[in-house]
């Protein structure tokens, strides 16, 4: 069984925190400049803020047994949402300024949460394969509920590279924490490297093969 570098506790919860809540917001930033996009009104945007920047999250904490999800039992994942939609919903203009603001929150809720998401699951002591999985769960779980509410097919199940970008960037947090890369480091790496493939998919259109081609 492939061995990972010891964590301390503290210093665990503390990382995981800070992915996650960065996470949740970068992603409520997509789901909020999505509603914008689709007209909704404030209700709706603070909705698909919290969807986007939380299922992901709290499907991965029902399924390791972390119960009540975070983004349910602790005030600070609804705060962050409410305020990406806020944000969003006053001054859209300053957002969209940004290149493709959806696709790019959405690059980065990727990576943060698939870091998020693997920490997590190796705190809950999974196993590697299962560590990967559900660190892909979170990554890509807020962003195929945000498209499904708009009624749009999810990113995911398109052929451009989306869950294979978080599948690697899991894999590296593994392979990192295998050869006893600090948390952080092993981390960031997972994360680096998931947010420069989806920015690579997006910029040089690379795309898996589709049925019928």
């Known amino acids: ?16 925190t800070v992915f996650d809540l960065a996470g949740t917001f970068v992603f409520a930033l997509s789901g909020a400049t ?11 945007i603070l909705v698909l803020c919290f969807a986007a920047g939380n299922s992901g999250g709290i499907a991965r904490d ?15 994942y609804i705060a962050v949402s409410v305020l990406a939609g806020l944000i969003t919903f006053f001054w859209y203009s300053v957002i969209n300024r940004l ?15 698939v870091a998020a ?39 995911v199940l398109r052929t451009d590279i989306y869950a294979l970008a978080a599948l690697i960037g899991a894999a590296a947090i593994l392979a990192g924490r295998a ?7 092993a981390s960031s790496l997972g994360a680096a490297l998931c947010f420069g493939i989806r920015l690579g998919a997006m910029h040089y259109r690379w795309r898996l093969p589709s049925a019928g081609t």
Do not use: C, Y
């Open 117 to 155: 998401g693997t920490g997590k699951a190796l705190a809950f002591h999974v196993g590697p394969v299962a560590a990967i999985l559900f660190g892909t769960l979170t990554g890509i779980g807020g962003g195929m509920v945000r498209d499904l509410l708009v009624q749009e097919i999810p990113a």
């Open 1 to 16: 069984m492939m061995q990972t570098a010891p964590i301390n506790p503290h210093l665990a919860d503390t990382l995981l």
């Open 99 to 113: 290149s493709s603001p959806v696709l790019l929150f959405d690059a980065a809720g990727l990576a943060l949460f």
């Open 179 to 185: 050869l006893q890369l600090p948390p952080f480091a």
């Open 62 to 76: 029902i399924m390791i047994g972390a119960l009540p999800p975070a983004a349910i039992a602790h005030w600070g």
């Open 34 to 44: 999505k509603a914008v996009e689709h007209k909704l009104d404030l209700f709706g």
